[in-house]
């Protein structure tokens, strides 16, 4: 049986093997492929096409150019700050703010149809 403890939950994420954390970075899918696919949500993989829900950039919509296992974000295409010095560069989003709208489904075992 897992705990119930915050302290015991942070300590287990924050602990996890990289390819556990796989699980941690979901983000919720468009009404489309929830019909399709018969399930809410999926971990994000680089080459998702992906519409921010959250934040600044809420509204832009882009491919998913990195997925960072050790700080549980994602980089989207598009989505950028710039710099003190006029150098744009990409800001980290939390899955959990995004919405997939298409998925890479190179990987025939991803989703299973």
Do not use: C, W
């Not at 399709?36 to 949500?41: P, Q």
């Amino acid at each position: 049986m897992t705990s119930s403890q915050p302290r015991k939950q942070r300590k287990s994420r924050y602990q996890a093997d990289l390819h556990a954390r796989h699980k941690f970075l979901g983000a919720m899918l468009s009404d489309e492929l929830k019909e399709k696919h018969k399930t809410n949500a999926v971990p994000v993989r680089t080459g998702d096409t992906v519409k921010v829900l959250r934040g600044d950039h809420r509204g832009k919509e882009g491919k998913v150019a990195a997925v960072d296992h050790n700080k549980f974000t994602i980089t989207v295409d598009g989505v950028t700050v710039t710099k003190s010095d006029g150098t744009e560069v990409p800001r980290p989003i939390h899955p959990s703010n995004v919405m997939i709208t298409k998925l890479e489904l190179k990987d025939e075992r991803r989703m299973g149809d």
